[in-house]
Nanobody, 125 residues
Framework: QVQLVESGGGSVQAGGSLRLSCVASGFSIGTYCMAWFRQGTGKDRERVAAISTSGGSTSYADSAKGRFTISRDNDKNALYLQMNSLKPEDTAMYYC??????????????????WGQGTQVTVSS
């Protein structure tokens, strides 16, 4: 059965770092565009970053540029999000997602096929 399982969330002080991981099972992510989304309490879901199948192309929300780095290891069937210089406004549930579309569409795609259950990130000031 298809699963995406996130880990690495937690509580951290502003300015700190966290590295989120997402491991897939039941399918190979190698042909899927992957992304990280987040949703804070009372807020709309926001795409944080996306990455092409090879990892050669990435895109970031303005709020994440310069602080977050998305990466993937297709051999390990895993997706990562390195988050540095965290701010209280980064507090949210973070989700990984997968969709089988070309990068041309993926960079702005919202209707992802597979979703994880999320990992909570809490940043205190």
């Amino acid at each position: 059965q298809v699963q995406l399982v996130e880990s690495g969330g937690g509580s951290v002080q502003a300015g700190g770092s966290l590295r989120l991981s997402c491991v897939a099972s039941g399918f190979s992510i190698g042909t899927y565009c992957m992304a990280w989304f987040r949703q804070g309490t009372g807020k709309d879901r926001e795409r944080v970053a996306a990455i092409s199948t090879s990892g050669g192309s990435t895109s970031y929300a303005d709020s994440a540029k310069g602080r977050f780095t998305i990466s993937r290891d297709n051999d390990k069937n895993a997706l990562y999000l390195q988050m540095n210089s965290l701010k209280p406004e980064d507090t949210a549930m973070y989700y990984c997602a997968a969709v089988q579309v070309s990068w041309l569409f993926c960079s702005t795609w919202s209707d992802f096929t597979y979703w994880g259950q999320g990992t909570q990130v809490t940043v205190s000031s």
